[in-house]
Each structure stands twice: as C-alpha cells, then as structure tokens.
C-alpha cells in the first residue's frame, strides 16, 4: 500500500511537531508515506493529479480549507482521500465529523486507513470548480475577498471570526442597512446574494456551526439559500433567520443557474474565485471516497 501526504506548510495550525505526530499516526496504516508539500497557490492539485497518476492506495490532506479544496479537484480517479484540520476553521473535516485537533484526525484517519472504511460522498461544482462544503455568490464571497485583503496574521494564519464579523458589519452598513437584489436565480427570483451549501454546517464561527442550509447533507445534491431584499427594519432578523438556518432554502437540487446584474464575488469553500456575471452550480453526485 502507497500513501501520500500533502501538507501545506503555510497554514495556520501546521507546524513541524504536528507533522511529526501526524506522520506516526499514519505511519502504521499508511504502508509507504510520501509526504509532499505545497509551496504556491494551486499547488495541492498538481500533487494530488501526480498522486493519482502514479496509482497511490489512498491521499491524506494536511491543509486549511483552500488546500482541501484545491485537492478535490485534482483528483481524477477514485482514489480514497482524508482530510486532517490544518487551518484556523477546516469545515470541511469538521463538517464529516473528523476530530478538530490534527492528531487526534490523524489517528482517526489511520484507523480509516487500516479497516479500509470510506464513506462516498458528493461534491459540487460551480463554472467547472470543485467544492467540498460549500460556495457562495455575492455578499457572503464579498466578505471573504475583504477579509483576504487583510492580509495573513504574524504567524501566518487567516485573520479570525471577528475579521469576517467586522467585513459583514462594514457592508452593511455602507448600503445603510438596505439590501437590493443583485442577481436572478432560474426558477426562484431575485435574490441579494446565494448561498449553495454541499453539507451542514455551511461554517464555523469558533466552535459554533452555522446551519445555513440545515438539510443539505454530503449524500444528496446541493441545497440553495437566496435571501431577498432587506429593510433596514428587518436587517437583524433576516441575518438572525439566515445564520440560524430559518430562512427558505431549496433541497437536494442538481443544477442552480444565476445570473448577475453585475459582476459579482464568487467563492468556493472559502476561496475567492474573482468576480463573475453568470454561474451554474451543479451536484456531482456519489463521487468521492473519503476516509472517516
């Protein structure tokens, strides 16, 4: 049996010791590790391809969510994959009830490894892009491209939950609490933004998850969330209604077709995408094995 581990060395909870205690998690189960590390954006797709190309047994990610991502989307073969929480939030692990704590993944992993215990899941795609949990269009991916600005913290890491918390506050207010449609989604209407959940929670705000889309779930197809025009008066109880997963959402759709007044910010499972004026969101139905 051949493993690779691909670590991103950049991310925030990533160090040289927890690598060398995820290596002896793995170590027993893993037959033959290689372990590679990503050392530019996009990187994590040209490893986990040659990965895949060279016929490994499984892949294990030691990553934030961007790597997670990046990963998916390298994959071109059935190759079993598990994914070990290196970044500030990793919903994606923490989402397939994988440990938050590195090690305790790793060991998890290894067990997975070991008895050969997948679970299949779906994945979505927007304009052609994998993502694992979730993507969002318009004001949600405004906040991740404001919070990016911001640039990394001293010790690498992505700025935290109170960056996202100031970035929705500063939009909101620069429209004074009035939100207008910005694009029209086939089927449903007008909406200010869209939120297309693969699984539940849509994220983390520290230990709480935020159950956007309370039904979506990673066997099924993607779940939509399309907020419509916001009042001043009704602001706090819409984001309430949103954040708590009391808002209308559509269940288990496989394809969503958007189109924009203008561009707008496209994110996929916390990474920023540019701005786009059309996107169509598809479920890739039963297509990955992941290691739980």
Known sequence: MKTVLVVNPFATRVTEARLAHVREELDHAAGELEVVL??????????????CRDGVDAIVVFSGDGGF???L???????????LPGGG?????????????PVAAARR???????GRTRRISVGRVN?????????LGLDAEIVRQVDGLGREHDGGRPGDLAFARALVRLVGAQRGRLEPQLEVTGVGRAI??????CSPYTYAGALGLRI????????GLDLVAPGPVAPASLVPTVAKVLRGRYDSHHDLDRIEVRCDVPLPLHVDGEDLGDVEEAVFEAERDAVSVLV
């Open 38 to 51: 990503t050392e530019r954006p996009g990187h994590a797709t040209e490893l986990v391809a040659a990965a």
């Open 69 to 71: 991502n990046e990963s």
């Open 73 to 83: 989307n390298g994959l071109d073969r059935d190759v079993p994959i598990g994914f």
């Open 89 to 101: 939030t990793s919903v994606l692990p923490r989402a397939l009830g994988i440990p938050r704590d």
């Open 109 to 115: 992993i290894g067990e997975a490894l070991a008895a």
């Open 128 to 136: 052609g892009r994998r993502f694992g949990f979730g993507s969002g």
């Open 193 to 198: 933004c869209a939120f297309v959940a693969n």
């Open 213 to 220: 889309a309370p039904e979506a779930e990673f066997e099924l």
